[in-house]
């Protein structure tokens, strides 16, 4: 990116940050928290659903309908599902080596502020990575106009309560979603405890698999990155699974990919080779 563009990230971050701080302090209104509550699910779903589980690794099928619904709920917090999807497959491609961009071994300010400035690759190098992605025109659109989709839904929402209601009921998930996201860059990848080899430094975190609802459980996801259940055992809380699996039974969704059975074994402690390995 150029100069002109990392600045102009860095201060629309700044001041969506500056408008949700404003709203909380000036205390909002009931109104304001149940745009919040209606909106935010369907924000963390077009992240750690949308954005990360299927577009970023399609760990499961679904009609080009629901797939453009899950591209608007990423924008819904201004998140971009194409360009996403192509940096975090550059991401497992390079991770945690010079080339991650948003991994520790770069710092902490690289790894949470930095990489959302400027994520290191050209736009080529991006779409070069999601050929499966840039055949939609409709997913395309989003790409050029990310920030549209976000900026109607505050629009709305400010029609609705007012201004306090934009920042909380709207821009408030979009600064949490933002603010998870580098957090488990740089947590997961730095405390917690590892239950496979894996030739990164991916940790399972369990505060982080709580705040971020399932995407803590980073080890797991790492060993086997197109699974769509990143908690393999009952007790790793992972709730974007359990939203998969509600989509799956009326058939919203089909051929969700599930950790194999090597997965579960007491042998399975080797370096794999960081792609999903069937039964």
């Not at 990575?129 to 920030?147: F, I």
């Not at 109607?152 to 933002?178: C, D, E, N, P, Q």
């Amino acid at each position: 990116r150029s100069a002109a563009e990392r600045w102009r990230t860095g201060l629309a971050i700044l001041l969506l940050h500056a408008f949700v701080i404003g709203a909380l302090i000036s205390g909002g209104s009931s109104t304001d928290w149940l745009i919040f509550a209606i909106v935010y699910p369907v924000q963390a779903i077009g992240v750690g659903i949308g954005m990360h589980r299927y577009f970023a690794h399609r760990s499961f099928r679904t009609s080009r309908q629901f797939q453009f619904a899950l591209g608007l709920a990423a924008a819904s917090v201004f998140g971009n599902a194409v360009s996403f999807a192509g940096k975090h497959r550059l991401h497992h491609q390079h991770v945690d080596s010079e080339n991650d961009v948003h991994s520790p071994v770069h710092g902490i300010w690289a790894c949470w502020i930095g990489s959302l400035l400027d994520n290191g690759y050209t736009d080529e190098e991006i779409l070069r990575k999601v050929p499966d992605l840039t055949r939609y025109p409709e997913l395309m659109w989003l790409y050029r106009h990310p920030r549209i989709p976000g900026l109607i839904l505050m629009g709305i929402a400010w029609l609705i309560g007012g201004w306090t209601a934009a920042a909380i009921g709207v821009g408030l998930g979009s600064v949490l979603m933002l603010q998870k996201s580098s957090a488990l860059n740089y947590l997961a990848h730095k405390y917690g405890s590892r239950r496979f080899d894996t030739p990164d430094q991916s940790t399972n975190n369990w505060l982080m698999a709580i705040l971020a609802f399932g995407e803590g459980w980073h080890n797991n996801h790492h060993c086997y990155p197109r699974s769509a259940r990143a908690g393999f055992y009952w007790w790793e809380i992972d709730m974007y699974y359990w939203v998969i699996c509600l989509l799956e039974k009326p058939g919203v969704v089909w051929n969700v990919i599930r950790p194999p059975r090597e997965a579960y074994a007491t042998d399975s402690l080797v370096a794999p080779d960081g792609q999903l390995r069937q039964p």
